[in-house]
Structure formats: structure tokens, C-alpha cells
């Protein structure tokens, strides 16, 4: 192995991730050149020093103010409109396929295929139902003006 085999293992020797017989050819290694063990003392106080770093939360304050600006609450609720179509017409997609296929099998009996057709339009009555139910909701909520 050269010496940059052997610095392509050190952090998996830091981390502990070297088998027994890898592990003592690294360190025979280390001991007989200079180079790879200076590099390796850096390697560990690198490790020493990430794993002292503690991040924090930024403070309530700076959230709210993150909230306020008009573009960043745009942002994320065009995001999730955007996520939350792509995700209907995909299930939608492969839901119709999968029934066509379905449908189309002679093999499938009648009453399994109106069964699924049953399914499909309580499926849909629901949906409708549930979104109605939550526009009306959305729009007669006496709170949402209250920051929150």
C-alpha cells in the first residue's frame, strides 16, 4: 500500500471502522513514516475539534422575524402547494393505471372490478368532502390573525 492508501484510512482508523488486521497494518504503518503520523496527530485534533462544536438553535426572536418577511412565508407555502399536486397527480397516475389494468384482466371477476369502482368513488366523495371541510375551516377560523 502507499502512503496515500493509508491517509485514505485514516478518519475510518479515528472512527473505528477498520477491521482488526487493517487496523494494526495502519498503525505499523504510522509508526515507520513520518509524514502519515504527522498527518494522522492533525486528523485527530480535527476529529477533537468537531466534536466539540455544539450547535445551537437560533433564538425565538430571529424565527419570528424570519416569518414576518412576506417572501419566506410565499416560499414555503408555494413549495408545499407544488409538492402536494406533484404527489396527487402521481398517486392519481399510477392509482388509474393500476386499475386499468385491473379493469382491462379478463381474469379479474365483475364483482372485484364494480367493488373497485365502489372504492375508487368513495375514495374520491371523501377527498372532496375533507378538502371542502377544511377551506371552510381555513376560511371561518377566528384565530388566524393571532401570531402565532
Sequence with gaps: MTCQDYKNLMMAY??????????K???EHLQSCKEC???FKEFKQ???????IKFTEPEERIWEQYWQNVYNRTERATGWILFSIASILLLAYGGFKAI????????????????LLILIAGAAVLFVSVLRERIYFWKND???DVRR
Design 37 to 39: 503520523s504527522d498527518e
Design 100 to 115: 386499468e389494468a385491473i379493469i382491462r384482466d379478463p381474469s379479474v371477476g365483475l364483482i372485484l372490478k364494480a367493488a
Design 25 to 27: 497494518t495502519f498503525e
Design 142 to 144: 377566528r384565530y388566524k
Design 46 to 52: 480535527l476529529k477533537q475539534h468537531t466534536d466539540e
Design 14 to 23: 479515528i472512527d473505528g471502522e477498520l477491521e482488526a488486521e487493517a487496523k
